[in-house]
Each structure stands twice: as structure tokens, then as C-alpha cells.
């Protein structure tokens, strides 16, 4: 069973830093592709950053030039390095997997990130 756990959220201020960490319970080469995603105030959640499994990476325009994604396939993990954090990046994180050959989505539970004085 494919378990997704994300950890890394918290409090910080406006003009900090987070990294996010997404470990997953099977092989990350099973999926073609893993990303975050965030749910705020808005209620609508929102693609924050995308890794394919042959390395292409998108990002929404929200985060484009703050926010790096990254995978350590010796660790079955992705993160999330969240820089120059905004009131407006308030959210709860979660993570995601999709398994191509069977077109298969999987979520964690999320991590709540506050960005606020």
C-alpha cells in the first residue's frame, strides 16, 4: 500500500525559509511523476511544484524563482525548499504521486505551513 508523509511544516516568518520533506512508502521510481500541491485560504488547491520522473519540473507562478523541488531517490523522498515565504503562501501542503502505468493518484495528509508575524 503507498503511503505519502509529508513533515517540515510549522510557523514562520514573512522573509524565512521551510523545507518540506515527502517520504513515500514504496519506490519513488513507481511513479512518474510527484508534486505539492496547497490548500489555503482560497480553499482551492493549487499546484506549488511538479517533478517528473525523467526530471522535468514545473512550478506554479506563484512560487516561480522561490520555491525549489527536488526528489533523493536513495531516500524515496521529495522536498519542497520554500524561500522568501509570504503571508500568501499559508497553506496545507500535501503531497502527491501519480503512478503512470495505472494513472493512480496518491495524497498524504499534508503539513500546515504559516507564514505570519
Known amino acids: 500500500q503507498v503511503q505519502l508523509v509529508e513533515s517540515g511544516g510549522g510557523l514562520v516568518q514573512p522573509g524565512g525559509s521551510l523545507r518540506l520533506s515527502c517520504a513515500a512508502s514504496v519506490t519513488i521510481f513507481s511513479f512518474s511523476a510527484m508534486a505539492w500541491y496547497r490548500q489555503g485560504r482560497r480553499n482551492q488547491r493549487e499546484l506549488v511544484a511538479r517533478?517528473?520522473?525523467?526530471?522535468?519540473?514545473t512550478y506554479g507562478d506563484s512560487v516561480k524563482g522561490r520555491f525549489t523541488i527536488a526528489r533523493d531517490n536513495d531516500k524515496n523522498t521529495v522536498y519542497l525548499q520554500m524561500n522568501s515565504l509570504k503571508p500568501d503562501d499559508t497553506a496545507v501542503y500535501y503531497c502527491n504521486a501519480l503512478r503512470g502505468s495505472s494513472n493512480m493518484n496518491y495524497w498524504g495528509k499534508g503539513t500546515l505551513v504559516t507564514v505570519s508575524l
Open positions: 517533478i517528473t520522473l525523467g526530471d522535468i519540473i
